[in-house]
């Protein structure tokens, strides 16, 4: 099987009925400007969806559209995405926000940002769509993530396809303000190896060189990651709840936020970042 043929049958798999009807719940927010939902993330591995946030990325056709304020499209166009919280018969979540053209062009090598493509490299699902044009949309911009991250981690001599995965995943670790724990690029590939060997047999063929700049991707990624924490206070109900609460849970730490820390989002997450640096909950 093609790269794309592997996606589109991937993206297709069937999911728990609640998580669609919370993807259609989503799309229904922005309306028209709806054009596919996605599903990914730890959820979809391996968590059950009771208790847990699930993660939804949000395709719309562009931000005008999809937004009643001005300033939401600005912000959304300028630091892609936007994050939303979001809640459905029980379920809780969360949402980013990307125009086709920009998760088209986020899954490419053309982008520094490990951001999308590290994401869609790994396994997700379409949760819903909107008509046959977007889904090939959608199926189009995730066949190039793979590729575009194997072909960021460069292969070492005598490097299996499995190893050449393991690696490219801790590369986009260190490239992002992360939670994780050391080795979560190892444990993502040996959860599926199947997959990953299908997956990286039918992306080697597809790579264009755009191996190195690690330097530059850390820095460009953790910078940016700061700037959306900033931009999520204007748009993130409870943001830095949710940021305690995603670090305990990769990390391992018991973080407590203290009052003031909950009364101004965006002060308290900031206000968490040296220590967690230094203690190595995110790198």
Known sequence: MSLTELVAEELSRPIDPRVSAMAAA???????????????????RDQPVEGSMLDFYLIVS??????????????????????????HDGLAAKYAV?????????????????????????PSRLAWVKDASARDKAIASVSRAAPTLLGAAGRV?????????????????????????????????DSEPDRYQ????????????NAGKWGLRRAQGK???????????????????YIAWKINRHAGTAIALKPWQKRHPLLGALSLLPRLLLSGAIR
């Not at 499995?162 to 724990?181: D, K, M, N, P, V």
């Open 62 to 87: 562009d931000y005008r559209a999809a937004y009643p304020k001005r300033w939401q499209a600005v912000a959304n166009a300028a630091f892609p995405p936007n994050v939303f919280p979001f809640a």
């Open 198 to 209: 299908r997956f990286g047999e039918a992306a080697a063929p597809l790579i264009v060189a």
């Open 26 to 44: 989503i799309a229904a927010e922005h309306g028209e400007a709806s054009r596919a939902v996605l599903f990914y993330g730890s959820c979809l």
């Open 157 to 189: 001599d005598g490097e299996d396809i499995l190893g050449w995965w393991r690696r490219a995943f801790q590369l986009t670790y260190s490239a992002e303000l992360r939670a994780e724990r050391k080795g979560r690029g190892v444990s993502v590939v």
């Open 98 to 122: 990307l125009s086709e053209a920009h998760f088209h062009r986020l899954n490419g090598p053309e982008t520094l940002n490990v951001s999308v493509w590290a994401r869609f490299a790994q």
């Open 223 to 241: 910078g940016l990651s700061v700037l959306r924490l900033a931009k999520a206070s204007a748009t993130y109900a409870g943001g830095a709840e």
